[in-house]
């Protein structure tokens, strides 16, 4: 138009297309989609409209699908509302509401975060003047529940599918969390070198905690005996398709070894207390584990460190 790339799609019977300021068609593709969120985005700034704008904006991050889930719980309280006027009464009203209803604090706390996520974006965006306090329920602490080297072996053992044993022993040897052993690809297992990459080199999204690690022995000879068989790309598959959860083979298993508190999160929880028992450093784990700051790893893992005030407690000798 004019000289110029659009971007240009039908609503209805009407067919819409809006100049992109350039003609380079690198660049036009560049700007498009960008361009696009802005003239589709609802232009209200209720909660409802803000939270719409919100995934829009955000549109093929991983958050948007758990977002719609949160919604669910958090619409029927903060839909209508304006979202400057939510106020920490609203958020104690649906923090009791949602106590009442059974769920635990720690749920409470991510979907009262979401609204804040939304709040907060939608200031920055200038759609609200301000972003409110959103009052959440305190953080639980991490669970402190591990499985032992032999509760692991019983674990793998009683798998009744090869992938979800393969997979259990990815991510006790590799520190993964699930999502990133399920992601795994065989472009990123460097056999030769003995190293698997957990990040996706081309997903631009942040993802917590996916380092380059070494393969050990027994996770190699696992990883090759899969590699010849393979059907898909995926390091992890089922019947020729990637697997997109693993938590109930998992709990499965767990109870078949008396531990049904078993989840793929405790796997990483394990290795990582494993590391420290057996004396590695915290800035080591840390790097092991993909933890951006230390200070994290020492937190939660430096008691199970042998080491561990040992010396001061040794000052105290009477």
């Keep these: 138009m004019r000289g110029e790339y659009c971007v240009t799609w039908d609503e209805g019977d009407i067919r819409r297309r809006y100049r992109l300021g350039t003609d380079d068609p690198k660049e036009a593709a560049r700007r498009a989609p960008a361009r696009y969120a802005e003239l589709t985005r609802p232009k209200g700034s209720t909660v409802r409209e803000l939270w719409q704008s919100y995934c829009l904006d955000k549109e093929g991050r991983s958050v948007v699908t758990t977002m719609k889930y949160t919604w669910k719980a958090l619409e029927p309280f903060f839909g209508d509302l304006e979202g400057e006027a939510v106020s920490v009464a609203d958020c104690r009203a649906y923090t009791e509401a949602r106590r009442l209803a059974g769920k635990k604090d720690g749920s409470i706390h991510t979907e009262l975060g979401h609204l804040r996520s939304v709040l907060v974006w939608a200031q920055k965006q200038r759609l609200i003047a301000h972003a409110p306090h959103i009052e959440r329920p305190t953080k639980p602490e991490p669970k402190d529940g591990y499985l032992t080297r032999q509760e692991v072996g019983l674990l793998m053992g009683k798998a009744n599918v090869p992938h979800v044993r393969l997979a259990i022993l990815l991510m006790i040897s590799t520190g993964a969390r699930s999502a990133a052993a399920l992601q795994l690809t065989w472009d990123r297992v460097d056999f030769e070198r003995r190293m698997i ?122």
Excluded: C
Excluded at 304 to 317: K, T
């Design 197 to 318: 990459q957990l990040r996706n080199p081309f997903d631009r999204e942040r993802r917590k905690g996916r380092a380059t690690v070494p393969i050990n022995d027994t996770l190699l000879s696992a990883l090759q005996e899969a590699k010849e068989g393979a059907l898909t790309p995926f390091v992890i598959e089922w019947a020729g398709k990637p697997v997109l959860s693993i938590k109930k083979g998992i709990k499965t298993a767990g109870s078949a070894i008396g531990r049904p508190d078993a989840s793929p999160h405790m796997l990483r929880h394990s290795a990582a207390v494993w590391l420290a028992e057996d004396g590695h450093s915290m800035e080591e784990i840390a790097q092991f584990l993909g933890h951006e700051n230390s200070r994290i790893t020492f937190k939660v893992y430096a008691r199970y460190s042998p080491d561990y005030l040992r010396r001061l407690a040794a000052s105290l000798e009477v």
